[in-house]
């Protein structure tokens, strides 16, 4: 009976996601076409719309902990679900992301996905995205902020793992950014595929940068170590049991 309950209360969240996005849409695109800066507030106020209703619809609270980046860095995050999505973007305050062409022609978040400055790229040209984007930032061409890329390529569900991308590398050397990691349980509560959505508590967490100047393969294991290590530890304060990994590449000296 408490399962048929949350599924429907889970339902009635997810309505309730797409029409308080159509309402802010109808609100916030025409400011949009008039100043970019209305874009970031617009993705911003959804953000912590969703945030909100989930607390007292469906008993999902969240939490964001560690420093909120505000400088142009890369966010290199664990991807569970959409709800990590949601918690980035409700606290960073321009954020951007490489994504896929297709999502370009999504109603209303192809728009704001433009606006707000996300770079769309075709599958098996992301380096070619990369370079373009780079060279968009020194040209003044592409809006300054906040880069959030997910290293596994795609979202992982809880208890599986994924291997990172060299892509994140080849991104962190060719902007000279620091990398934030970050990490997440979102995937206990939201998770990547199906209605349901349970109570309980959400975190994300931002961890200590990675500065400029490192190898690409230091890099890559170090971020892998932090952000995979911090996961575990978030899911298991969530109830769940760390996951088994292979062997990942720890700090480097």
């Known amino acids: 009976m408490m399962v048929a ?14 029409i308080g996005m159509a309402v802010m849409a109808a609100y916030y695109i025409p ?8 874009a970031y507030r617009a993705v911003n106020a959804y953000c912590r719309y969703v945030r909100w209703i989930a607390s007292w619809m469906i008993g999902l609270r969240s939490e964001i902990r560690g420093e909120v980046p505000q400088d142009e860095v890369v966010i290199a995050s664990k991807h569970q679900s959409f709800f990590d999505i949601i918690l980035i973007v409700s606290v960073v305050p321009r954020p951007k992301f490489i994504m896929k062409k297709q999502i370009l022609w999504t109603p209303i978040v192809g728009w704001f996905a433009k606006r707000i400055g996300c770079v769309p790229v075709d599958r098996g040209k992301r380096s070619l995205a990369i370079k373009k984007m780079v060279a968009d930032v020194k040209s003044g061409d592409a809006p300054p902020g906040q ?26 050397g060719e902007t000279g950014q620091a990398i934030v990691p970050a990490a997440t349980n979102v995937g206990v509560f939201w998770p990547r595929r199906g209605v349901m959505r349970k109570p309980g508590l959400a975190v994300l967490e931002f961890l200590p940068p990675i500065e ?34 292979p062997q990942i590449g720890g700090p480097t000296r």
């Open 5 to 18: 309950i949350q599924w429907l209360r889970s339902v009635a969240f997810i309505l309730s996601m797409y």
């Open 31 to 38: 400011l949009t076409v008039w100043d970019r800066v209305w």
């Open 147 to 172: 880069l959030i890329i997910f290293p596994q390529g795609t979202r992982v569900a809880v208890g599986a793992y994924a291997s990172y991308k060299v892509g994140t590398a080849v991104l962190y």
């Open 212 to 245: 400029p100047g490192l190898d690409r393969r230091d890099v890559l294991a170090r971020l892998e170590h932090q952000v995979e290590t911090a996961s575990n530890n978030l899911m298991e304060e969530a109830g769940i049991p760390s996951v088994d990994l």
